[in-house]
């Protein structure tokens, strides 16, 4: 197997040139004053997000730019193979199953609002990506299918059929995506776990970090979503959570949970293996400004042990998995900033979300 | 040129009623780098108030920021004017916010309309997508209810009603394909819609006496026709968005005008609103300060006297000196627009501090010198020096920088230059080299040449030379700096100093003598040491005189509004000479003297590279060459030879082209800067009409 350097020397000047010129906080400053959409589209220009302003031109609309910047995410990855050998490149695939995961689900809503609620889609796919990310399957074809079996016949040949053929019925008698969906994010976690054991020794180990770092931080922000909005009992959310985390046993969060407080959850769950961060949790005033805080702190948690993958050795995975979080991250901020324009909202409610 | 541009500062009292015509003088000279009264002497600080802060500094900044947004919105974007002060325009900041928010509302209006065409769009490509999917149109039409976003509908209508049926199904997104056969009164007709609007078309359909039915074998349901319609009506569409953006082209170019005066205003007020900021205040006067070059002293003077009638004070400081002893002087790099890639060299490292050498001319002579040793052909130089004019051009036409292409301009010439001196040509040796063969003697034909290079070693000791020439100058010039500072211990005794000098020359002679004599024999002992070891003895005494000099403690005279820094008293601060002092003065003594021998020695064979790039250049040609004449036919050269020549040139302009760049950049920084260059400097930033902050 290669070395670390000949594996990583290349990819890491590649990455750490482009982290270099990831938007800065200043650029950031200037589309939040921004008075309007076209005016902080045009401070786009110049830019790597370029595309979108170029797309926002051409159509007037901040959807088409929003997908130009979607397809460019998920260039990031296919584009990121070409670099790479086994078994990293296999990782990667890995990796980008996300997407794929996100453009099926955004298909099979839109699947649910025709077949099930009944609904016309008045333009609805217009923004849905149709080229393989991983496996080959028609988008259009899982959007317009008749029924379930006609889904399933859909998907065939890739895994996600078997995901249909045992939820199906779970979906008819529900009328809700909402356990396919969970099951759908679960496929991709598994297939991630599988891809990074099969990596070197130092790989595997800031993958694994990086991976279930990732899953408590989901897993938290449904636990408390779950409680919040729906007022799961604690026993049914445990077989909704990804496994793979750290959250295995829920017994020492069952009275904060009970209790409903949002930051009582979170201290409770960030309190074994998260506690440097408690600190953070404040005393929002209602839910909505709780949960708002919890994403940050969440976030915050990422985006430190980012930090440490990018001050650290550089000749090993962490660098390609900073630069993935970062450039998310980073298209993250900019599409809620013009969406935002687009509604008129004022700037400090956007920096409050941000 | 060769130091930085001497300054002055200025501190100028004025009447209060006498404040704008004041800062319209200033504003019109650009010269004035602000500084705050309270730099010069503590004491002002109780005798002036601040001046209230300014928001509408801020608010007018952002004003003409927005403004120019609307500069950049324009394809191709409006230029913004050039700034004349013959009157300071009066700005209503309010009434500015309000044109700027009734221009976006416009624009808003537009790209609304851009929107929505966009959606009408997306949903005939939908309908395209949905249509491609049918084998034919008229087994679609049987299968209506599998695929649920079109309708597909055949039938006939009166020929009368068609065109008015056609006009109202415009609204929707629609494909009508009609019979191209309109014998008789009746035309049959495909129709595809979205189910969602159904029961508006069934309603239209109706109205014009449309039938359902079963269109015959040689009837309308080409997909290729459909699919056409389709396109044709997307295409429409998109024309039409491309009319909004001319449209928002024209409404800016309209207003371009308009949109000049006003940012005109705004930058004037807000340069206005910036200089008035650093004023200080009394109840009737008002007091400001700042550097500016001191050629520029005189007229400044004048203008204030102008502007204020003679009601004025006026003082001028030399750096340094006095009350000004302890205020940061900016500095100012004046260098000729010919040397200004060299110029961004330089402050892309540091700038230098004040007073001290502005090393721009020597620079630009090192790198030069360096890159065209290192990539000596003059072939490639051509090649270079034309892809730098094409660049400069290209970036004029774009109204960008065009400084990196001037340096590689610069840089083509200079390998020209030594590619004339060494004879190559492309690899090739078109003309006898003027100074000696490169090419011959990494060929291996050097035993054949006469004159003093004959080998590698030459081309060695050759760029050793030219490395002992750089350092020499680097320690030359660090010399007159500490002259000009007047700093003579560090003169002395530094390592950068006339004893370093002497260690480095010794030592240098000391190598070739080693060298001359078939590194066999050094210089004989007793001679060394008067050399080598009488100032590497003496060198010891930096530590103790040093901590004489520095052992003293400054102890402000506190918050008194009559003192100044100036005014500090020192005295010895009672630190005595024990035995762990010795010891320090011991262990820096042993690791200076390590630094020198083994900094300089390093310092000096780092120039070899400029050999070694060198000779890189012209191995990779030989080897170019000899793939050619591998390639060659009986006859000669093969199309193959020539398009692997023209590959390796082409690959050898890019990759030694580079090298040799990031080389004599790194020489320069590291080897060069490091013996003289102090980069403590502070740029020079006056509050000018050009700035475009």
């Known amino acids: 197997?290669?070395?670390?350097?000949?594996?990583?020397?290349?990819?890491?000047?590649?990455?750490?040139?482009?982290?270099?010129?990831?938007?800065?906080?200043?650029?950031?400053?200037?589309?939040?004053?921004?008075?309007?959409?076209?005016?902080?589209?045009?401070?786009?220009?110049?830019?790597?997000?370029?595309?979108?302003?170029?797309?926002?031109?051409?159509?007037?609309?901040?959807?088409?730019?929003?997908?130009?910047?979607?397809?460019?995410?998920?260039?990031?990855?296919?584009?990121?193979?070409?670099?790479?050998?086994?078994?990293?490149?296999?990782?990667?695939?890995?990796?980008?199953?996300?997407?794929?995961?996100?453009?099926?689900?955004?298909?099979?809503?839109?699947?649910?609002?025709?077949?099930?609620?009944?609904?016309?889609?008045?333009?609805?796919?217009?923004?849905?990506?149709?080229?393989?990310?991983?496996?080959?399957?028609?988008?259009?074809?899982?959007?317009?299918?008749?029924?379930?079996?006609?889904?399933?016949?859909?998907?065939?040949?890739?895994?996600?059929?078997?995901?249909?053929?045992?939820?199906?019925?779970?979906?008819?008698?529900?009328?809700?995506?909402?356990?396919?969906?969970?099951?759908?994010?679960?496929?991709?976690?598994?297939?991630?776990?599988?891809?990074?054991?099969?990596?070197?020794?130092?790989?595997?180990?800031?993958?694994?970090?990086?991976?279930?770092?990732?899953?408590?931080?989901?897993?938290?922000?449904?636990?408390?979503?779950?409680?919040?909005?729906?007022?799961?009992?604690?026993?049914?959310?445990?077989?909704?959570?990804?496994?793979?985390?750290?959250?295995?046993?829920?017994?020492?969060?069952?009275?904060?949970?009970?209790?409903?407080?949002?930051?009582?959850?979170?201290?409770?769950?960030?309190?074994?293996?998260?506690?440097?961060?408690?600190?953070?949790?404040?005393?929002?005033?209602?839910?909505?400004?709780?949960?708002?805080?919890?994403?940050?702190?969440?976030?915050?948690?990422?985006?430190?042990?980012?930090?440490?993958?990018?001050?650290?050795?550089?000749?090993?995975?962490?660098i390609v998995l900073a630069y993935f979080f970062l450039k998310r991250n980073e298209m993250q901020t900019i599409m809620t900033i013009l969406n935002a324009k687009y509604y008129n909202l004022p700037e400090e409610r956007i920096k409050s979300v941000l | 040129m060769i130091f930085t541009a001497p300054m002055k500062l200025l501190i100028a009292v004025v009447l209060d009623k006498d404040t704008e015509s004041v800062t319209k003088e200033l504003l019109r000279q650009s010269v004035l780098d602000f500084i705050s009264l309270k730099e010069i002497s503590r004491g002002w600080k109780t005798q002036v108030s601040s001046p209230a802060p300014l928001a509408t500094v801020a608010r007018t900044l952002e004003l003409r920021k927005r403004a120019e947004g609307f500069f950049n919105l324009a394809q191709p974007p409006l230029k913004l004017p050039n700034l004349e002060i013959a009157e300071i325009p009066p700005v209503d900041l309010m009434e500015s916010e309000k044109y700027?928010?009734?221009?976006?509302?416009?624009?808003?209006?537009?790209?609304?309309?851009?929107?929505?065409?966009?959606?009408?769009?997306?949903?005939?490509?939908?309908?395209?997508?949905?249509?491609?999917?049918?084998?034919?149109?008229?087994?679609?039409?049987?299968?209506?209810?599998?695929?649920?976003?079109?309708?597909?509908?055949?039938?006939?209508?009166?020929?009368?009603?068609?065109?008015?049926?056609?006009?109202?199904?415009?609204?929707?997104?629609?494909?009508?394909?009609?019979?191209?056969?309109?014998?008789?009164?009746?035309?049959?007709?495909?129709?595809?819609?979205?189910?969602?609007?159904?029961?508006?078309?069934?309603?239209?359909?109706?109205?014009?006496?449309?039938?359902?039915?079963s269109l015959p074998v040689e009837s309308p349901g080409n997909k290729g026709e459909a699919l056409r319609e389709i396109t044709g009506k997307i295409e429409k569409l998109r024309k039409q968005q491309q009319e909004c953006n001319q449209e928002l082209a024209e409404l800016l170019k309209g207003r371009e005008t308009r949109l000049q005066n006003l940012w005109s205003g705004l930058r004037i007020n807000e340069l206005f609103l910036k200089i008035q900021s650093h004023f200080s205040r009394t109840e009737r006067t008002i007091l400001f300060s700042g550097w500016l070059p001191a050629e520029k002293q005189a007229e400044v003077e004048e203008g204030i006297k102008r502007a204020s009638e003679n009601r004025c004070y006026i003082e001028w400081m030399a750096p340094k000196k006095g009350e000004a002893a302890e205020v940061p002087v900016p500095v100012a790099m004046r260098n000729p627009k010919v040397l200004e890639p060299f110029e961004k060299l330089v402050r892309n490292y540091a700038l230098p501090e004040y007073g001290s050498i502005d090393p721009t001319p020597f620079v630009a002579a090192a790198y030069l010198v360096m890159f065209g040793l290192m990539f000596g052909d003059a072939g490639h130089g051509l090649v270079l020096a034309l892809v730098g004019l094409a660049g400069q051009y290209l970036a004029k036409k774009r109204r960008k920088s065009n400084t990196l292409f001037r340096l590689i301009t610069y840089c083509g010439s200079a390998a020209i230059v030594t590619g004339i001196l060494f004879g190559s040509y492309f690899g090739t040796a078109l003309f006898p080299p003027l100074w000696f063969n490169y090419h011959g003697i990494i060929a291996g034909h050097g035993a054949e040449m006469t004159g003093l290079v004959r080998d590698i070693y030459d081309i060695l000791g050759i760029t050793i030379r030219f490395g002992i020439t750089i350092i020499g100058l680097g320690l030359l010039l660090n010399w007159v700096n500490l002259i000009k500072k007047r700093d003579w211990l560090t003169l002395l005794l530094d390592k950068g100093g006339l004893l370093g000098g002497w260690i480095y020359g010794a030592g240098t002679w000391a190598a070739f003598y080693f060298v001359g004599h078939n590194y066999k024999e050094l210089p004989p002992g007793n001679l060394l040491f008067w050399l080598l070891g009488l100032p590497t003895l003496v060198l010891a005494l930096k530590g103790p005189l040093e901590f004489l000099r520095h052992n003293r403690v400054h102890i402000s005279a506190g918050e008194d509004a009559s003192s100044s820094p100036s005014q500090a008293v020192s005295k010895p601060s009672g630190k005595r000479i024990n035995g762990f002092t010795i010891i320090d003065f011991f262990m820096e003594w042993i690791v200076e003297v390590l630094e020198i021998y083994s900094g300089y020695l390093a310092n000096t064979l780092s120039f070899m590279r400029v050999a070694g790039l060198g000779i890189a250049h012209v191995s990779l040609m030989i080897a170019f060459f000899q793939i050619a004449e591998m390639m060659a036919g009986p006859k000669g050269y093969s199309l193959w030879s020539y398009i692997i020549l023209i590959l390796g040139n082409i690959l050898v302009i890019g990759l030694e082209g580079l090298s040799a760049g990031i080389q004599s950049l790194r020489l320069n920084y590291y080897e060069f800067f490091s013996k003289y260059f102090n980069g403590t400097g502070r740029a020079y930033r006056p509050i000018t009409l050009r700035s475009r902050d």
Do not use: C
């Open chain 2, 100 to 213: 700027l928010d009734s221009l976006a509302a416009e624009i808003n209006g537009i790209r609304e309309r851009q929107r929505v065409l966009q959606e009408e769009i997306i949903k005939l490509e939908e309908i395209r997508r949905q249509v491609d999917a049918f084998e034919d149109l008229k087994s679609g039409a049987a299968a209506r209810s599998t695929y649920s976003f079109l309708s597909i509908q055949t039938g006939t209508v009166p020929v009368s009603r068609f065109s008015d049926l056609e006009k109202s199904l415009e609204a929707f997104p629609s494909v009508v394909i009609p019979s191209q056969d309109k014998e008789g009164l009746k035309v049959a007709v495909l129709l595809i819609t979205m189910k969602r609007d159904d029961s508006r078309i069934n309603t239209l359909l109706s109205q014009a006496g449309w039938e359902d039915v």
């Open chain 1, 1 to 318: 197997m290669a070395s670390p350097l000949s594996r990583y020397a290349f990819l890491n000047a590649k990455l750490k040139a482009r982290i270099s010129k990831i938007t800065s906080d200043e650029k950031i400053d200037q589309l939040l004053r921004a008075k309007t959409l076209p005016e902080a589209v045009q401070l786009l220009k110049g830019t790597e997000f370029e595309p979108l302003e170029k797309a926002y031109v051409e159509t007037g609309d901040l959807r088409m730019g929003e997908y130009v910047l979607y397809v460019r995410e998920i260039e990031l990855y296919t584009e990121l193979q070409h670099f790479v050998e086994e078994p990293v490149l296999q990782f990667i695939r890995a990796l980008s199953l996300r997407y794929e995961g996100d453009n099926l689900k955004k298909a099979l809503r839109l699947w649910f609002d025709k077949t099930v609620r009944k609904r016309t889609l008045e333009g609805a796919t217009g923004y849905i990506y149709r080229k393989t990310i991983v496996h080959g399957f028609d988008i259009d074809e899982v959007i317009a299918a008749a029924d379930l079996p006609a889904l399933h016949k859909a998907l065939a040949g890739t895994p996600y059929s078997d995901l249909i053929a045992r939820w199906g019925r779970e979906i008819e008698l529900q009328k809700s995506l909402f356990s396919l969906e969970i099951e759908i994010d679960k496929f991709f976690y598994k297939e991630l776990f599988a891809s990074l054991e099969r990596l070197p020794k130092q790989d595997r180990q800031i993958a694994k970090t990086m991976a279930t770092l990732e899953i408590d931080m989901q897993n938290i922000d449904w636990l408390i979503r779950f409680k919040n909005y729906y007022n799961l009992p604690l026993e049914k959310t445990l077989p909704l959570l990804i496994p793979y985390g750290n959250f295995k046993d829920l017994a020492s969060i069952s009275s904060s949970y009970t209790s409903g407080s949002i930051s009582e959850i979170l201290s409770e769950l960030l309190k074994k293996h998260y506690s440097k961060w408690q600190t953070l949790l404040g005393k929002g005033s209602d839910s909505v400004s709780r949960l708002t805080l919890m994403e940050r702190v969440l976030k915050q948690i990422t985006l430190a042990q980012v930090e440490k993958l990018l001050g650290g050795y550089p000749f090993n995975i962490g």
